[in-house]
C-alpha cells in the first residue's frame, strides 16, 4: 500500500512563508511526477505545482514566482516552500503522485494522479 503523508501546514500572516512536505512511503514504488493540489472551502481542487522524476516543473500562473517545488527521489520526499503567502492562499494542500507510465502524462490534472494524501491545512491571515 502507497501512503503520502504531508506536513508543515499551519497559520501565517500573509507575507510570511511555509514549507510543506510529503512523504511517500509504503511498497517500493517510485514515481514518475509528484505534484500539489490545493482546495478552499467552496471551491474545486486545483493544480498549484508539480515535478517530474527529471525534475522538469509545471506551476499555476497564481504562484509563479512565489512558490518553489523540489524533490529528493532519494527519500522519496517532495517540498514546497511557499514564499510571500497571500490570504487567498488559504486551503487545504493536497499532495500527489504519478505511477510510472509508458507515456508522458499531464501534470496539472488532478485525474492523472494515482494516489493522494489527506491534506495539511494552510492558513493565510490578512
Known amino acids: 500500500q502507497v501512503q503520502l503523508v504531508e506536513s508543515g501546514g499551519g497559520l501565517v500572516q500573509a507575507g510570511g512563508s511555509l514549507r510543506l512536505s510529503c512523504v511517500v512511503s509504503g511498497r517500493t514504488f517510485t514515481s514518475s511526477a509528484m505534484g500539489w493540489f490545493r482546495q478552499a472551502p467552496g471551491k474545486e481542487r486545483e493544480f498549484v505545482t508539480a515535478i517530474r522524476r527529471s525534475g522538469i516543473t509545471s506551476y499555476a500562473d497564481s504562484v509563479k514566482g512565489r512558490f518553489t517545488i523540489s524533490g529528493d527521489n532519494a527519500k522519496n520526499t517532495v517540498y514546497l516552500q511557499m514564499n510571500s503567502l497571500r490570504p487567498e492562499d488559504t486551503a487545504v494542500y493536497y499532495c500527489?503522485?504519478?505511477?510510472?507510465?509508458?507515456?508522458?502524462?499531464?501534470?496539472?490534472?488532478?485525474?492523472?494522479?494515482?494516489?493522494w494524501g489527506q491534506g495539511t491545512q494552510v492558513t493565510v491571515s490578512s
Open positions: 500527489a503522485a504519478q505511477k510510472i507510465t509508458t507515456y508522458v502524462r499531464d501534470l496539472s490534472g488532478a485525474r492523472e494522479y494515482d494516489y
